[in-house]
């Protein structure tokens, strides 16, 4: 009954946020008057250096995060399929934890950078996607506790 449980979580779950970024969508569509009673009208930030190194650093820890670690992670579980020796295998598995981990842990510490540094009323695409993803890239590791053994 568990195992059964586990296989809809995920699509549950990409349906929840399928449905919260349509709903963001179409509430952005409304006329600029319905825009400007539902949002804080927000001034742009002025680009000061330390704002800009902010930034870069923001883009690099998810760029190193999911477009580098996790790929690696995840092409490092793959190859583990082809290898026949027990400690290679072994090995394969504790480097793609490590590379997983450490690509939470960058995608939380840009996370967290955004969250103190940057304005974040959440009336743009870009951070309501940014929050869409952060929840799956933490969903991913609930999903590989909650993996049955492999037998």
Not at 56 to 68: E, Q
Request: charge should be positive; hydrophobic fraction near 55%.
């Amino acid at each position: 009954m568990l195992l059964f449980g586990r296989q809809r979580l995920l699509p549950a779950v990409s349906g929840f946020v399928i449905l919260l970024l349509a709903s963001s969508i179409h509430g952005a569509s409304d006329s600029l008057e319905g825009l400007n009673q539902s949002y804080k009208i927000v001034q742009p930030l002025e680009l000061t250096p330390k704002l800009s190194l902010q930034l870069k650093l923001h883009a690099f820890l998810l760029w190193s995060s999911v477009g580098f670690l996790m790929p690696i992670g995840v092409l490092l579980i793959r190859f583990s399929s082809n290898v026949k020796s027990a400690k290679a295998v072994r090995v394969l598995f504790y480097c793609h934890v490590a590379a997983q981990v450490a690509g939470v842990a960058l995608a939380t510490a840009a996370a967290a950078l955004s969250i103190t540094n940057f304005e974040n009323a959440f009336n743009n695409t870009h951070q309501r996607i940014g929050v869409a993803l952060y929840g799956l890239v933490w969903l991913q590791p609930l999903i590989g506790f909650l993996r049955p053994d492999r037998a």
